[in-house]
């Protein structure tokens, strides 16, 4: 799912596109794609832009007389810049925004149709959309501190929860865990000062460094490399590779449809973390460090 620094790089290069031109008209082919009907989709057309901003992991597209158009990409979902007119293809093919000098694409991989299309009226329609998650990028330390400690959680859960920190997923958190050197699975109630300001710190400097990456490689070009697995990534994606600081094999932990990468070695003090799965199947013969997983690898091997 594009996070902050994807999201933000998308809205920089909406606005040398779309800022003061008039929406001409919006095609929409999926069905299951705009999810309110109050205002009417229909008022949107014709209306000149005015502002553009981001919603946590939202675009958030103003129109005239203060009409919003907020786009959620959800896991799939990416936008395309193309000539004026473009074809919209479905199941792909979601919908396209049409503006005097091009159109903007939107589409979706895969079957599971979760991207969404919101038409809001004004700040309050905004706010119902909004989950509240503090803006880190504009935070001090002190109110990063109340957010982080406001409930006893995972580190991994606390960043990517959008109640608490605005933008932040899957992708980002594991980056930012890996910069401050802490293990994805410490209590938030359990940190000390000194951990706390890392957190912060590593936070504001990964968000930061991913934003200038992705502006430079995008340069005039709108940005279609849009994905959750970087080149450049320390551990995110990165199963059984090395890990860029200290060598060791980086790990994993999956749940759901989401998984947690990590150093065991500069993030847990060299300890596994325990993945639900294969711990309830191994039970007791569940490794506990490096040296035991090597051993069990060639046991098995």
Not at 71 to 89: C, E, N, P
Not at 101 to 117: D, I, M, V
């Amino acid at each position: 799912m594009p996070e902050l620094p994807d999201i933000t790089v998308y809205i920089e290069a909406l606005e040398k596109r779309v800022l003061g031109q008039v929406l001409e008209g919006l095609r929409i082919v999926s069905p299951f794609l705009l999810r309110t009907a109050t205002p009417p989709v229909s008022e949107a057309g014709g209306r000149k832009v005015f502002r553009l901003r981001r919603l946590g992991k939202r675009i958030c597209i103003g129109l005239e007389d203060d009409l919003w158009l907020v786009l959620h990409l959800m896991i799939a979902g990416r936008l395309h810049w193309r000539a004026r007119g473009v074809k919209v293809s479905p199941p792909r093919g979601l919908a396209a925004f049409d503006f005097p000098s091009g159109s903007l694409l939107w589409t979706e991989a895969g079957s599971q149709k979760r991207a969404s299309l919101h038409v809001v009226a004004g700040e309050a329609g905004l706010c119902e959309l909004d989950p509240g998650g503090m803006e880190v990028m504009e935070a001090d330390a002190s109110s990063f501190s109340a957010a982080l400690l406001s409930a006893n959680h995972t580190l991994k859960r606390a960043l990517s929860d959008p109640r608490l920190f605005s933008g932040i997923g899957n992708a980002y958190s594991d980056e930012i865990l890996f910069q401050a050197k802490l293990s994805p699975l410490a209590l938030t109630q359990k940190l000390g000062v000194p951990e706390i300001h890392r957190l912060f710190e590593a936070t504001r400097a990964t968000l930061t460094h991913w934003i200038e990456h992705l502006r430079a490689e995008a340069g005039n070009k709108f940005p279609e490399n849009v994905t959750a697995f970087r080149e450049g990534m320390a551990v995110h994606g990165r199963y059984k590779q090395p890990c860029p600081r200290c060598g060791a094999k980086i790990q994993r932990i999956r749940y759901a449809s989401n998984e947690t990468n990590y150093c065991p070695t500069c993030q847990t003090g060299g300890k596994l973390l325990a993945d639900r799965a294969l711990s309830r199947l191994l039970r007791e013969d569940w490794p506990r460090t490096l040296d035991e997983l090597e051993l069990l690898t060639a046991k098995s091997g």
